[in-house]
């Protein structure tokens, strides 16, 4: 038998020249893991790299000058998960906000325009409440001038209701409950929007917010009609004017006064009375 050189059995470090493997050398040296796990090699600059457009106006340029909507889109998404929270940033985010809106309203996209909504209550905690109001507003707005999206606006606001009443938000909450309860009253759902309205109305006529309590009492008089519940009608519309006349009312707000007052008289036959109150409601749609 041989006598073997313990020496010779000591293993050698090696050193490799260049360290650096690239993707294609590993490829060629080692085939059969690649294919077996191709997903997991990657370059380091491609996992690196940011899923996120920089919140300046070049951006809401880029978006304007794209010529697919769906590109514009994008883009507007990707400046919406820019990190930055410094003022200049949150204006072109609630620059980007507005244009997406248009954008998916005008694609018809309603359920996406429902989850943009969602995505974006972190971001209202970084802007005043009153900004907050606007943009929920406006969102439910457009979903609103989407056709057939009647039991989707009734889901939404009722998202909203639970989620501004966790957040506290008072002002935005009683707005979108009276919407909710405009809402339900369209779907046919008396028993449930009145509900909603009777708790309202207490709780704005504490608060003495008469532009909201204007609304609400016209909304409720409409209800009570529909209703056929005449007496009622006319009390919730006497109380819609009480408060009309201790505050400034909007032309458009006031011709709808003067149609449910028109609405009323008619029921009760009194055509004379209807009639100059219609005339009143249509000199305010022609102004």
Request: with cysteine; aromatic share 6%; proline share 6%.
């Amino acid at each position: 038998n041989r006598v073997l050189n313990p020496k010779k059995l000591e293993s050698k470090p090696t050193t490799n020249p260049n360290p650096t493997l690239s993707l294609s050398s590993f490829s060629s040296s080692c085939p059969l893991l690649l294919s077996r796990f191709p997903t997991q090699v990657v370059t380091m600059s491609s996992a690196m790299q940011p899923t996120y457009l920089p919140a300046t106006t070049d951006s809401i340029a880029q978006a304007l000058e794209a010529k697919d909507p769906s590109e514009s889109i994008s883009i507007l998404y990707q400046v919406l998960q820019n990190p930055s929270s410094s003022p200049e940033a949150l204006r072109i985010k609630e620059q980007a906000i507005s244009n997406l809106t248009e954008l998916l309203t005008q694609e018809k996209k309603a359920e996406e325009l429902r989850s943009l909504l969602t995505q974006l209550r972190p971001f209202f905690s970084l802007i005043p409440k009153a900004k907050t109001a606007k943009i929920v507003r406006g969102i439910i707005d457009a979903v609103a001038k989407i056709p057939d999206t009647s039991d989707l606006q009734i889901s939404l606001c009722k998202e909203m209701v639970e989620w501004t009443r966790a957040e506290k938000r008072t002002f935005l909450r009683q707005r979108v409950e009276a919407r909710l309860a405009a809402l339900l009253m369209e779907n046919k759902e008396y028993s449930e929007a009145l509900n909603l309205l009777s708790g309202l109305i207490k709780e704005v006529r504490r608060l003495d917010d008469k532009l909201l309590l204007v609304d609400i009492d016209l909304l409720e008089s409409k209800l009570h009609f529909s209703l056929r519940n005449l007496p009622k009608a006319k009390a919730a519309l006497t109380a819609a004017r009480t408060a009309a006349n201790a505050i400034y009312v909007p032309p458009a707000q006031q011709g709808t006064i003067d149609l449910q007052s028109g609405i009323l008289h008619a029921e009760e036959k009194d055509y004379k009375t209807a009639y100059s109150y219609f005339l009143k409601h249509l000199k305010l749609l022609m102004h």
